[in-house]
């Protein structure tokens, strides 16, 4: 009978990225929540001992897909691959991250699985044997408790939500042998922040500017690229022509759900307000401190945005670095 | 450029009441003689209904004679049992009236959404056939060679940038080519407009006047004292407008625990410094009210406004080519309070008559003499003729109006004066601008909003990358003589926020336009002194979003 | 060329979205409903494609009888026919099930290219392109932001975290929408006129030989137990500085350490 929880982990380039951590540690507590083991997939090419690295984090068996085919993400190949060990494993529930990566996989194997799948969950609660998953919808106007009928159970998180936890265990690695199948997608070039400037509608982070800025956009084109985020701006600044209307936030322009929305000079007027209230974080920069924004702001500095914010680009730059 | 043309036997340029019932009327007439009529429609809203606003109490005798069957076809009515109230309101109290004037009577009436309403007649429209197209807006009525003769309407453009080049997704207008085009625009239509100057069809009428209201629908919450109100259909007059401006307010009942509200406003105020917005709010703080809406959730808002003229001010009905209904055509009863009905009956009586002159091939302005001819035999003529003074009489200060209104309730509406003269809104404002003494009302973002949270709540959404469609020719005007005579009354009669006067440099001020804020209500070409706004259809799609209004 | 696209009606992005009595769906009263703007997105690149390479387009539906305005709109843009799953054992389905219906009505179709939206903006579930394929047995591409056909491949540029992937698949494929990928058309006057004339032929789940038990609300695997509001936010928390390099200082510590968005 199908027990316990299956974690998938994203690598790029040989080294977990962060949302690997984050499924793991929250595989664990879900693992915990039904008393059942806790399977690692690591997937890639010429991987080394990258397995060791996600040890700490509560794995009680380690599945190491290590093959060439594997090398570049590709959805047949991923897929095929998952799908031809995951009978063994028989897990309750198959997590994995919802990035670009994520959300294409978890979406195919799916289908492949005849499963049932929560996308983009925000927060996942085992109560009395069963796992109920919160996720947004109608851009973050509502928010659904689901529940998975049949196994697995697929569950993609969002990124950036679930905390990590360390949960040292003496974990198995075992190294199956590697099914991909038929793969019929090559990746023929990776354009990786080759200065292609992120939509503004699929960014994670926005700086955006209003009349404040006084037509001023350098500095906050600065901390975007700092965040690699986007640089939206309000109908004042549009409508000065500062900026062009593509970029313009609100009512009448694009609405957008970042996870963190940096208001720049902007007052706050509703029109604006309703193009960006559903971001996960808010943060208000202004010198009028009666400024709408503000009320609708997480977190809110008074000040000149010109001297603001090249201090917040310093910073940021220096926590990346 | 070479337009795509089209071709119909009749064009309805107009979503509204008018033009639906008339667009019904035709086909069904067609249908019964057995003849073939293709009719189209456009509507410059995304849907039909979207720019429908009204009270309303709709007085069901043309849509009974409509369409018979309107209760079992679903028709959205909102209440059908009504108990009418009116009161007289000074700043703390009220006083209802002990008796209800004869003409606010509402025995066979029913409150509707006008926005319902309308997507429901559009919804029976397309049902017998006719082509309806919402999202298109009349640019330009065309005419034949000789320029006499109207042969249709262009649509506009879309796709053109702010700085009038083509983007690309440019699609041009197509001509729409129709025996007969009947403009049902509504009030201060813009086509109608142009074709006054062009043919003349106000020239020796009385000019138009308007009110404009200011409505919102607010759900209550269930152990709200109004469900325990004697009243479901509530009017005011007196305060906040006093007795030298005319309007009044209304609350009526709607279902799913919802009410509408609004303040009518007339336009020939004289005070350059009172804003229509603001008077709505002190409205709804007004004791009587604010109890009634007590824990009320504002969920739409919008603005319209509307031809309350009457007999005098009808235009000519007919020209070659052409016929005008609605309010287009001035059929609204401002006695009664409403122009649904009558703004129905006039677009069923063109429809009659175009089926008519179709028949026997004259599409002239003789050949739809009819239409004039059918309006002076039916009810619609014996209403308004009775009404006939009855706006002026209310445009009279302070208790003048009174004697007024009593000798024409005992004279059919003569009076002591017949005709009493209109005169035009704009030209009403008084120099001056001393600040309003009322303190600014209090707004708490739920039940009571600022303009800006209405205009979000109007849904109104234009395409923000297209040409200005608020033509202000003289822009110089607006920072001198009109802000020295009267402090730019644009920024206060526009209740969308769309004119703002910020301080440039040096102080002076500068006109700031946000034409995307535009709830299409027309309000700003009616009151502007200076006849310096010019409205003009924006790109087809844009505008409000009403649903429930 | 042979193009087919899957449209969804969903409620416009302005509208408000309420909780309905059952506290499991949304009020569908009073809602403006649109085509998916990540649909339009894939009318918008069939139609290209075909002005480019000829063939035809075919967009495909599930909904009930008011989705016809949609595949009416992807007409008048310039879709050739429609096909309309129009049936109530159809409604109420997860991606899953619909995808089911989908594969099944594509089935039937002619096709060397599916383009669909990345998600639908109402449950923004990210996985009916992704199903479809699979259930074609073809390969898919998704969020992609930029599309070639080549002979007898499609070459996508996939938008993923900080870049950009081009990713090339043999044909017949399928590759879902990101924005950025073009500027959709108005569907003009005539096009609409024609567009009324344009067939749209409509199926049930039997004309599909699919089982109605395994589609719509009863094939449903992901179950809402509850909708509600997004919780109100807190109070701003105002950050204090005696410079401006402090307080951004202290911003930048709060938004890495405690809100762990950097």
């Known amino acids: 009978m199908a027990n316990g929880v299956l974690a998938i982990t994203e690598q790029r380039d040989g080294k977990f990225r962060k949302v690997a951590y984050e499924v793991v540690s929250e595989g664990r507590r879900i693992a915990d929540g039904l008393s059942g083991p806790l399977t690692v997939v690591v997937m890639g090419a010429a991987l080394g ?13 380690i599945l190491v897909l290590d093959d060439p085919a594997l090398a570049d993400y590709r959805t047949d190949a991923y897929t095929n691959a998952l799908a031809a060990c995951l009978p063994a494993a028989d897990p309750a529930v198959v997590l994995l991250g919802a990035t670009a990566q994520g959300k294409d996989l978890a979406a195919r194997l799916a289908a492949r699985l005849n499963a049932g799948l929560a996308m983009d969950c925000t927060a996942v609660r085992v109560q009395s044997g069963s796992v109920i998953c919160t996720r947004p919808m109608f851009g973050g106007k509502l928010f659904a408790d689901v529940t998975i009928q049949g196994t697995p159970q697929i569950i993609a998180v969002r990124p950036n939500v679930m905390p990590i936890q360390r949960a040292a265990r003496e974990a198995a690695v075992d190294t199956p042998a590697v099914e991909t199948g038929e793969v019929k997608t090559a990746v023929v070039e990776k354009l990786m922040d080759a200065g292609g400037k992120v939509e503004l509608t699929e960014a994670e982070v926005i700086v955006s500017g209003g009349r404040g800025t006084g037509g001023n956009f350098q500095p906050l084109e600065e901390l975007a690229a700092a965040l690699g985020g986007a640089v939206g701006a309000s109908r004042s600044a549009v409508d000065e022509g500062w900026r062009k209307h593509g970029d313009q936030v609100g009512q009448t322009g694009r609405v957008v759900s970042p996870a963190l929305y940096i208001a720049c000079g902007i007052s706050g007027a509703i029109q604006h307000l309703a193009g960006m209230s559903t971001s996960k974080v808010i943060v208000a920069l202004n010198k009028d401190p009666e400024a709408p924004i503000f009320a609708k702001a997480d977190y809110g500095i008074v000040g000149d945005i010109f001297q603001l914010l090249p201090a917040i680009t310093a910073a940021v730059q220096k926590i990346k670095s | 450029m070479e337009r795509e043309q089209l071709e119909f036997d009749v064009v309805f340029v107009g979503g ?67 108990r009418d109230g009116v009161f007289y309101l000074t700043p703390r109290k009220q006083v209802r009236l002990p008796y209800l004037p004869p003409a606010m009577h509402n025995t066979g009436c029913a409150v509707i959404s006008l926005s319902k309403f309308c997507a429901w007649l559009g919804a029976a429209a397309e049902e017998l056939g006719v082509n309806i197209f919402p999202g298109f807006a009349g640019v330009e009525a065309l005419y034949d060679a000789g320029g006499r003769r109207v042969t249709g309407v262009r649509t506009g453009d879309k796709g053109v940038g702010k700085d009038g080049k083509p983007k690309s997704n440019h699609e041009p207008g197509v001509d729409l080519l129709a025996k007969v085009t009947v403009f049902g625009e509504g009030p201060k239509g ?99 009210i604010a109890d009634l809406i007590r824990g009320g959730k504002v969920l739409q808002q919008g603005a319209k406004t509307l031809a309350a003229g009457g007999w005098y001010t009808m ?22 309070l409403k122009g649904i009905h009558t703004a129905m009956k006039s677009g ?37 003729y009775t009404a006939r003074n009855f706006g002026q009489a209310l445009s009279r200060k302070g208790l003048f109006k009174f004697l007024h209104l009593g000798a024409q309730q005992v004279s059919g509406g003569r009076g002591f004066i017949d005709p009493m003269k209109t005169s035009e809104d704009g030209a009403a404002l008084k120099a001056g601008h001393a600040a309003a003494a009322a303190p600014a009302p209090e707004v708490d973002g739920t039940l009571y909003i600022d303009k800006l949270t209405g205009v979000y709540l109007s849904g109104t959404q234009h395409e923000e990358d297209q040409p200005c469609h608020l033509v202000i020719p003289d822009t110089e005007l607006c920072v001198t003589r009109c802000w020295e005579t009267y402090r730019s009354p644009c920024t206060r009669f526009c209740p969308g926020q769309v004119y703002e006067m910020e301080t440039a440099e040096g102080g002076r001020p500068r006109l700031k336009l946000n034409p995307s804020n535009c709830l299409h209500c027309k309000t700003c070409e009616i009151k502007d002194p200076f006849k310096n706004i010019i409205w003009t259809c924006p790109e087809g799609g844009g505008g409000p979003g009403y649903t429930i209004t | 060329m042979n193009i087919v696209v899957l449209v969804k009606q969903v409620p416009d992005t302005e509208s408000l979205v309420q909780i309905a009595a059952d ?16 649909d339009e997105l894939a ?52 991606p899953l099930a619909t995808a089911k219906i989908l594969a099944a009505a594509v089935k039937g179709l002619p096709y060397d290219l599916i383009i669909c939206g990345q998600r639908a903006v109402d449950e923004d579930n990210y996985q009916v392109g992704a199903a479809v394929a699979e259930f074609l047995g073809i390969p898919h591409i998704s969020i992609v932001a930029k599309a070639e056909v080549l002979d007898g491949r499609i070459r996508c540029h996939r938008s993923i975290e900080g870049g950009t992937v081009v990713v090339e698949a043999p044909l017949p494929a399928l590759f879902t929408t990101q924005r950025g ?50 919780p109100e936010r807190k109070a701003v928390r105002m950050i204090p500085g005696d410079t401006p390099a402090a307080a951004a200082e202290e911003l930048v510590r709060i938004l890495h350490t405690e809100a762990k968005l950097i």
């Open chain 3, 181 to 230: 990928l073009n500027e959709p058309r108005y569907a003009s006057l005539p096009g609409i006129m024609k567009a009324k004339k344009k067939p749209i032929e409509v199926k049930t789940i039997a004309d599909l030989g699919l089982d109605p038990a395994t589609v719509g609300a009863a094939g449903r695997k992901v179950v809402i137990q509850a909708l509600r509001l997004p």
């Open chain 2, 348 to 384: 069923m009586l063109a429809a009659e008559t175009v089926l008519d002159a179709i028949g026997k091939g004259d599409l002239s302005a003789a050949g739809l003499r009819g239409y004039a001819a059918r309006l002076e035999a039916s009810w619609i003529r014996s209403e308004l």
């Open chain 3, 43 to 94: 009318v918008e690149e069939a139609l290209r494609i075909k002005e480019a390479k000829g063939g035809s387009v075919t967009v495909v539906s599930v909904g009930p009888q008011k989705a016809q305005e949609t595949l009416r709109t992807a007409l008048a843009m310039g879709a050739d026919k429609g096909v309309h799953v129009n049936d109530p054992a159809a409604e109420g389905g997860d």
């Open chain 2, 315 to 336: 235009p000519q009905l007919a020209v070659d080519g052409a016929v005008f209904v609605g309010d287009s055509a001035s059929m609204l009863n401002v006695q009664r």
């Open chain 2, 190 to 288: 813009s086509l109608i407009r142009e074709i006054g100057k062009k043919l003349g069809i106000f020239s020796g009428k009385m000019p138009q006047v308007y009110e404009t209201a200011v409505k919102e629908v607010i759900e209550l919450p269930a152990d709200s004292p109004f469900w325990d109100s004697p009243f479901t259909v509530i009017h005011t007059f007196g305060y906040p407008l006093g007795l030298d401006t005319k309007g009044g307010g209304f609350l009526y009942r709607m279902k799913e625990r919802r009410i509408s509200l609004g303040l009518v406003v007339g336009l020939d105020y004289e005070d350059p410094m009172l804003e229509p917005y603001r008077e709505f709010l002190r409205f709804k703080h007004h004791p009587l």
């Open chain 2, 16 to 82: 509204g009441p008018a033009n639906l019932a008339g667009a019904i009327h035709l086909k069904q007439l067609a249908q019964k003689a057995g003849r073939e009529v293709e009719v189209c429609l456009i509507e410059k809203a995304e849907a039909i209904g979207a720019h429908s606003l009204s009270g309303a109490v709709l007085d069901l005798k043309a849509l009974a004679e409509l369409i018979p069957d309107y209760a079992a076809r679903g028709c959205p009515l909102e209440e059908t049992d009504l």
């Open chain 3, 23 to 38: 506290g499991k769906s949304i009020k569908k009263d009073d809602i403006k409903w649109v085509m998916n703007p990540y």
């Open chain 1, 49 to 61: 001992a990258l397995a060791e690295e996600i040890k700490a984090f509560g794995a009680d068996t």
